[in-house]
């Protein structure tokens, strides 16, 4: 009989990577999850909960583990993560077609009106630019606020995830805002990652390692990840 693991997925909605419709979990993240689990003969039972409770339970054990997170050093004392991603996530500066802004350093943006999610944060450089007054940082709750005000020039760019405001951009049918070649921020991983605590045997989270690698050898991750609109590798 195979193994059940329950696994947690963050309940904010964050197209292409995961979301719910209706009870459903849809993504490129669970879809690949389930495809390692399918391959390994692992039965796999993912709820979606807020981000501190997933923190929480694999802390405690509570949770065998989590379909997304980043690596850190406070995370990877109660968590094993897997050795391949399941996205990797970036930022890029977003702007009206045909625009005269290039970026290839913060310097570049010193002067102009920036918009970004709130909670988002991506260098200290960047922080000590808006702090300094050099650069007049906007925070907005909802995507397609930032793309109004960008539409009506009252922001010159926006800093933002590049696949899911690419996504957002399609979905929204926006055809004058682009992205600029230059990410803001390096490629970061986001894994399947288990709880110590939970008592996983390895040998099932070597299986998941070994299942991830050979998806990645045989092109079934980007087949996936293809599927909702972006590619794989940066």
Do not use: C
Not at 14 to 42: H, M, S
Not at 200 to 216: T, V
Request: charged share 25%; hydrophobic share 40%.
């Amino acid at each position: 009989m195979a193994q059940e693991l329950v696994l947690g997925l963050f309940d904010s909605k964050l197209k292409p990577y995961r979301w719910a419709e209706q009870g459903v979990v849809k993504g490129a993240d669970p879809d690949i999850v389930k495809e390692a689990a399918i391959r390994i003969n692992v039965k796999i039972n993912i709820l979606t909960m807020p981000w501190k409770r997933i923190l929480l339970l694999i802390k405690n054990g509570s949770l065998h583990g989590a379909i997304g997170g980043y690596k850190n050093a406070e995370r990877l004392a109660y968590g094993i993560y897997t050795e391949v991603p399941l996205h990797y996530s970036y930022f890029s500066i977003f702007t009206l077609k045909g625009g005269k802004l290039y970026f290839t350093k913060i310097k570049d943006l010193y002067g102009k009106r920036v918009g970004r999610l709130s909670g988002y944060n991506f260098s200290d450089e960047f922080n000590l630019a808006v702090a300094q007054n050099n650069i007049f940082l906007t925070d907005a709750n909802k995507r397609h606020q930032l793309f109004t005000m960008l539409q009506t020039k009252r922001l010159d760019a926006v800093i933002d995830a590049h696949s899911p405001t690419q996504i957002a951009l399609k979905e929204l049918k926006i055809d004058t805002i682009i992205a600029l070649p230059k990410p803001v921020t390096q490629p970061r991983g986001s894994y399947l990652w288990f709880s110590k605590s939970a008592q996983i045997s390895p040998d099932i989270i070597e299986r998941f390692n070994q299942a991830l690698k050979k998806m990645l050898q045989d092109g079934k991750i980007e087949q996936i990840t293809l599927g909702y609109g972006f590619r794989y590798k940066p």
